[in-house]
């Protein structure tokens, strides 16, 4: 993997105004998977923006989440691009226990929900087209439900996959089954495979292995973000029937990961990592999306993604191609900076516990307080404005173009947003979950394989 430590170009470092802060720690590992929402780091790199905080960071692609959260936890990665699930779970102590924290969110929207061809050819007589014949967006769960019932009838389980249990993949797929009316399964302390009273069986397979896995027929679909949905299409094996986007607008995704400890032990050095972040994403949507070109010849490179450069465009340019020939505008469907998305907001992180908490991984009700105490010990706005500062102060970034006076909470998302059209309020999280029609409420609890409470 390249390195940064690089004699012609250290110079640059010592003109950093950060190098008068006394940076704990230069060196620094951090770790990514092959995904195109990784593209903050890449560029804060190939663009310099590391170096000019004066810090020498190398890359390392990780083989898997887990294998990237032992990394960040063990102390072989200082940091690393992560599920936002990630440490909540971690801090809350589902699966492995450590208090990680994101000082910063690294992108909106970026997934999609796959199936197979011949899944696609059953649903698409349940799916209404439009004035040019094409299906009609945004296609619901319930035009699989047939197919899941009828794959059922022929003692057939009906397996889709995602990439981790508490990754945003999982939840949007049972979120998008959930609003079609089927059972996605549930967890209990002692069942972790989520699949407790699924009509549908999710199960985990790593980001660059689910065309593959569709292909083998292993799974009829599957959830996961770029370039793994367009890939399905280039390679003719399967349809991308939504995007995350269409399913909840402007969704948080992934976050940058690091420990608490190191945080507290380096917080200069996480104040020149978040500035170098920041500013990447600004990059990658400045003009309109300008960059977005160069940035698909960064990550197509072998070290990064690897994917060819014109699958990575696919939804990295502002388009988004669906059934082979049905491609489509969607210039939000990747988005780095604007709408305020690197500011870690506590509500995104009360989500994500809402669905932990829907689906059996809380396996015990919770009070409001609960979820806003466990947001604000993993987000961290107040590391992200400090390097926003910073940056303003520096004549790097524009003051506008940040949320000074939040409260950490995104005003309640409407119903329109999102695909059931049932909002989201983060400061109210047990009404929100009571709202749901499908999914844990209350005070209710996993036993077994039966609902109680």
Same mark, same amino acid.
């Given at each position: 993997m390249k390195n940064l430590l690089l004699a012609l170009t250290a110079t640059t470092a010592l003109s950093s105004p950060l190098l008068a802060q006394d940076l704990e720690k230069d060196e620094l590992t951090f770790g990514f998977i092959k995904l195109t929402d990784m593209a903050p780091l890449a560029v804060a790199y190939e !663009?310099?923006?590391?170096?000019?905080?004066?810090?020498?960071? =190398?890359?390392?692609?990780?083989?898997?989440? *887990?294998?990237?959260?032992?990394?960040?936890?063990?102390?072989?990665?200082?940091?690393?691009?992560?599920?936002?699930? !990630?440490?909540?779970?971690?801090?809350?102590?589902?699966? =492995?226990?450590?208090?990680?924290?994101?000082?910063? /969110?690294?992108?909106?929207?970026?997934?999609?929900?796959?199936? /197979?061809?011949?899944?696609?050819?059953?649903? *698409?007589p349940n799916i209404p087209t439009n004035a040019d014949g094409l299906p009609q967006h945004p296609i619901s769960a319930s035009a699989l439900a047939p197919v899941v019932e009828k794959y059922r009838s022929e003692g057939k389980p009906f397996n889709m996959g995602m990439v981790f249990p508490v990754s945003t993949h999982n939840y949007e797929l049972r979120y998008w089954l959930a609003a079609g009316g089927l059972e996605p399964g549930y967890y209990s302390p002692e069942n972790v495979t989520g699949q407790i009273g699924a009509e549908v069986l999710l199960s985990v397979t790593p980001p660059p292995q689910m065309p593959a896995t569709l292909e083998a027929g292993t799974i009829y679909g599957y959830c996961v973000g770029e370039p793994w949905n367009q890939a399905a299409v280039f390679k003719g094996i399967g349809v991308p029937v939504i995007t995350d986007y269409e399913l909840w607008k402007n969704n948080p995704e992934k976050v940058f990961g690091i420990t608490a400890e190191f945080a507290e032990e380096n917080p200069n050095t =996480?104040?020149? %990592? %978040?500035?170098?972040?920041?500013?990447?994403?600004?990059?990658?949507? #400045?003009?309109?999306?300008?960059?977005?070109?160069?940035?698909?010849?960064?990550? /197509?490179?072998?070290?990064? %993604?690897?994917?060819?450069? #014109?699958?990575?465009?696919? /939804?990295?340019?502002?388009?988004?191609?669906?059934?082979?020939?049905?491609?489509r505008e969607v210039p939000d469907f990747n988005v780095f900076f604007r709408y305020n998305a690197t500011y870690?907001?506590?509500?995104?992180?009360?989500?994500?516990?809402?669905?932990?908490?829907?689906?059996?991984?809380?396996?015990?009700?919770?009070?409001?307080?609960?979820?806003?105490?466990?947001?604000?010990s993993v987000y961290k706005p107040e590391i992200y404005l400090e390097a926003a500062r910073a940056l303003v102060d520096e004549g790097l970034a524009d003051e506008a173009d940040f949320p000074w006076d939040s409260d950490g909470y995104k005003d309640a998302t409407p119903a329109e947003d999102v695909i059931d059209g049932i909002p989201y309020d983060g400061k109210q999280p047990n009404a929100y979950l009571e709202s749901l029609p499908i999914g844990l409420k209350g005070e209710q609890k996993v036993i077994g394989n039966e609902i109680q409470g």
């Open positions: !663009q310099g923006y590391f170096l000019d905080e004066g810090l020498f960071v =190398t890359l390392e692609a990780q083989a898997n989440w *887990k294998v990237l959260l032992d990394g960040v936890i063990g102390g072989q990665l200082d940091g690393a691009h992560m599920l936002a699930g !990630q440490p909540l779970a971690a801090t809350i102590g589902y699966g =492995t226990e450590a208090h990680i924290i994101t000082p910063f /969110s690294m992108d909106l929207n970026g997934n999609g929900i796959t199936v /197979s061809n011949a899944v696609w050819e059953e649903m *698409k =996480t104040k020149a %990592v %978040v500035k170098a972040l920041i500013r990447a994403a600004m990059w990658l949507d #400045e003009n309109d999306n300008a960059n977005r070109m160069e940035a698909v010849q960064m990550l /197509s490179q072998p070290e990064y %993604v690897g994917a060819d450069a #014109e699958v990575i465009a696919n /939804s990295m340019t502002g388009t988004f191609e669906y059934e082979k020939g049905d491609k870690p907001f506590y509500s995104d992180a009360v989500w994500y516990l809402t669905q932990m908490r829907r689906w059996g991984q809380i396996p015990e009700a919770k009070p409001d307080a609960w979820y806003d105490e466990i947001a604000r």
